[in-house]
């Protein structure tokens, strides 16, 4: 039997990831505890020897607004709500450094090892959206590829859709522009068609972090999916939600869960698969860093004890196809 294999991506945006939801109501202090907690998170993945892929939204690779300019494709998406569109909102209200940049954050991540710097494109693109174009997807996609190179010496091989919003359409065009590797959705109903919210979606999504009411998590490795001409579709298993300040209770079973599902997966040398917003830690940064050590305190017992394994998206990607595990579809 295969090792088990956790896999941990980070959905790394700032607010290019919830400008349309919070356009310029945000709280300032939310964000700088975000970007004082990444130094922190990095820490103690490299002290835990847990490989991450930070998938990171392109715009925050620049210096400063000139630069932003500089690298922004010519082919925007052309939402049918413009609310959507990441220059829109910059029209409205202006570049604010502080949570549209992040470079030296960056660069520390490339200097981490077992850190893999991916994509969560450049603009937080919304692909399943109406209005937009498959055109414009690779525009995006090739400025990501553009400020990563030329500013970090790196190619991106990992992607990661932003709202999870998945176009099995675009696949081909993401393995042209050389992305070898996508985060997919967990499989249970409600994380399908993430672009058509419902609340029964939302309901069974939210008590999904408590008890189990769909399919299990983890997967089967030889069951992992590429089709041909098609980045590998990496499953994603669960969301590691916020820590909420006022229930204690909740925090225990959700933090619970995710360790349940851990070791089910170690133990049955299936693939789990974690992610969340490094900025869900800015509501409360000390008790998200212990939940964060708790975690990777299990994966070492689960290492020491099960063979447990750490591998980023890429190197997820890479064992799956060294060791021929890949389900062709």
Same mark, same amino acid.
């Given at each position: 039997?295969?090792?088990?294999?956790?896999?941990?991506?980070?959905?790394?945006?700032?607010?290019?990831?919830?400008?349309?939801?919070?356009?310029?109501?945000?709280?300032?202090?939310?964000?700088?505890?975000?970007?004082?907690?990444?130094?922190?998170?990095?820490?103690?993945?490299?002290?835990?020897?847990?490989?991450?892929?930070?998938?990171?939204?392109?715009?925050?690779?620049?210096?400063?607004?000139?630069?932003?300019?500089?690298?922004?494709?010519?082919?925007?998406?052309?939402?049918?709500?413009?609310?959507?569109?990441?220059?829109?909102?910059?029209?409205?209200?202006?570049?604010?450094?502080?949570?549209?940049?992040?470079?030296?954050?960056?660069?520390?991540?490339?200097?981490?090892?077992?850190?893999?710097?991916?994509?969560?494109?450049?603009?937080?693109?919304?692909?399943?959206?109406?209005?937009?174009?498959?055109?414009?997807?690779?525009?995006?996609?090739?400025?990501?590829?553009?400020?990563?190179?030329?500013?970090?010496?790196?190619? /991106?091989?990992?992607?990661?859709?932003?709202?999870?919003?998945?176009? $099995?359409?675009? %696949?081909?065009?993401? =393995?042209? +522009? !050389? &992305?070898?590797?996508?985060?997919?959705?967990?499989?249970?109903?409600?994380?399908?068609?993430?672009?058509?919210?419902?609340?029964?979606?939302?309901?069974?999504?939210?008590?999904?972090?408590?008890?189990?009411?769909?399919?299990?998590?983890?997967?089967?490795?030889?069951?992992?999916?590429?089709?041909?001409?098609?980045?590998?579709?990496?499953?994603?298993?669960?969301?590691?939600?916020?820590?909420?300040?006022?229930?204690? /209770?909740?925090?225990?079973?959700?933090?619970?869960?995710?360790?349940? $599902?851990?070791? %089910?997966?170690?133990? =049955?040398? +299936? !693939? &789990?698969?974690?992610?969340?917003?490094?900025?869900?830690?800015?509501?409360?940064?000390?008790?998200?860093?212990?939940?964060?050590?708790?975690?990777?305190?299990?994966?070492?017992?689960?290492?020491?004890?099960?063979?447990?394994?750490?591998?980023?998206?890429?190197?997820?990607?890479?064992?799956?196809?060294?060791?021929?595990?890949?389900?062709?579809?």
């Amino acid at each position: 039997m295969n090792p088990g294999i956790f896999t941990i991506s980070l959905d790394f945006e700032l607010l290019w990831g919830i400008f349309d939801k919070v356009g310029a109501t945000y709280k300032p202090e939310y964000f700088s505890n975000t970007r004082a907690l990444i130094p922190k998170m990095l820490e103690r993945f490299a002290k835990a020897e847990v490989e991450v892929t930070w998938a990171t939204v392109g715009m925050l690779f620049a210096e400063n607004e000139e630069e932003w300019e500089s690298y922004s494709p010519e082919y925007q998406p052309s939402y049918r709500d413009p609310r959507f569109s990441a220059y829109h909102w910059v029209k409205e209200n202006g570049i604010r450094p502080e949570v549209h940049f992040a470079p030296e954050l960056i660069k520390l991540i490339l200097e981490i090892p077992g850190q893999e710097l991916g994509s969560h494109s450049f603009a937080h693109y919304y692909t399943l959206m109406r209005g937009q174009s498959a055109e414009q997807f690779r525009q995006d996609l090739r400025a990501t590829q553009r400020i990563a190179t030329h500013k970090f010496g790196v190619t /991106l091989d990992s992607l990661v859709f932003p709202r999870n919003h998945l176009n $099995e359409l675009y %696949l081909t065009l993401c =393995k042209e +522009e !050389g &992305y070898e590797q996508v985060r997919g959705n967990p499989k249970n109903w409600y994380w399908q068609e993430t672009q058509h919210e419902s609340f029964s979606k939302k309901l069974f999504r939210s008590a999904d972090c408590f008890f189990p009411v769909g399919e299990r998590t983890s997967f089967p490795l030889d069951e992992v999916k590429q089709y041909p001409d098609e980045p590998i579709i990496l499953p994603a298993s669960r969301i590691l939600r916020p820590f909420a300040k006022s229930n204690a /209770l909740m925090n225990y079973t959700r933090l619970n869960r995710v360790k349940a $599902e851990m070791s %089910l997966a170690a133990e =049955k040398g +299936e !693939g &789990y698969h974690l992610w969340w917003h490094p900025h869900n830690f800015g509501i409360d940064p000390e008790a998200s860093l212990r939940e964060l050590d708790d975690i990777l305190l299990h994966f070492t017992r689960l290492k020491e004890t099960l063979g447990f394994q750490s591998m980023s998206m890429r190197s997820l990607g890479r064992y799956l196809k060294e060791e021929k595990l890949i389900s062709v579809g």
